[in-house]
């Protein structure tokens, strides 16, 4: 995904970068207020990561900005002020979610993949058609094609083809893939995944075309037309 991080403080940049970059993401970073809140209304991001106190501009200003001119871009807030009412105030304010430094990377990173996971479903729940490329699959009739060919999917299958489907362009984790087809919250230690991802593929990635499943080494899968 592509982030939007607005911090001042350098050191703390650098870690909240660092930690992002790792987590896969692309960073653009502002270092105070009125740069980021001309960056967050004019460039396209997947998440803003926005530190609460900052100079020109303070996160809270930015972020009341954004949601009055009807931009709902996912916004985690960081702050030290970490306090309840503080928390409060930051939530009420437009944020998605308030996380207090000092910060582990991973609760970070969960929580970016949380917000934006939460928006992208509720943007996707009202989608009756799904489409990558020529591949279709119609929620209301359950049906897939593919280049105008219908395509007989299992029910767990079809399950597995709509969450990716719904995040097509995305790495999808196993964690994610877990979660959100198999109701499991913890890891089984199976080859459950990459055997439905295996038959999946089979079905709608034949002979001649253009493969739209494809493997991040490490990371997961992803739905998408290259």
């Known amino acids: 995904m592509r982030i939007l991080l607005v911090e001042d403080q350098l050191q703390q940049a650098h870690y909240t970068q660092k930690a992002l970059q790792e987590g896969g993401h ?26 609460r106190m900052l100079p020109l501009v303070d996160g809270l200003t930015i972020l009341r900005t954004l949601r009055a001119s009807d931009i709902h871009t996912p916004v985690l807030l960081l702050s030290s002020l970490g306090e309840p009412d503080e928390r409060v105030e930051g939530l009420r304010a437009g944020a998605d979610d308030y996380l207090a430094k000092p910060f582990h990377s991973a609760e970070l990173l969960a929580r970016i993949e949380v917000i934006t996971r939460r928006i992208q479903t509720s943007q996707s729940t009202n989608q009756s ?30 399950q ?67």
């Open 129 to 158: 058609n799904l489409q990558v490329a020529d591949l279709e699959l119609d929620r209301l009739a359950r049906t897939v094609h593919r280049g105008g060919k219908l395509i007989d999917l299992q029910p767990r299958e079809y």
């Open 160 to 226: 597995l083809l709509e969450y990716l489907m719904r995040h097509a362009g995305q790495v999808v984790t196993r964690t994610m893939l877990l979660e959100g087809v198999w109701n499991y919250h913890f890891d089984p230690n199976t080859n459950v995944i990459d055997v439905h991802i295996s038959k999946l593929r089979a079905k709608i990635d034949t002979e001649g075309l253009k493969p739209l499943l494809h493997t991040v080494r490490g990371a997961g899968y992803r739905m998408a037309e290259q």
């Open 26 to 51: 692309t960073v653009d970073h502002a270092a105070e207020g009125r740069t980021g809140l001309f960056m967050a209304t004019t460039e396209q991001y997947d998440a803003l990561v926005l530190d």
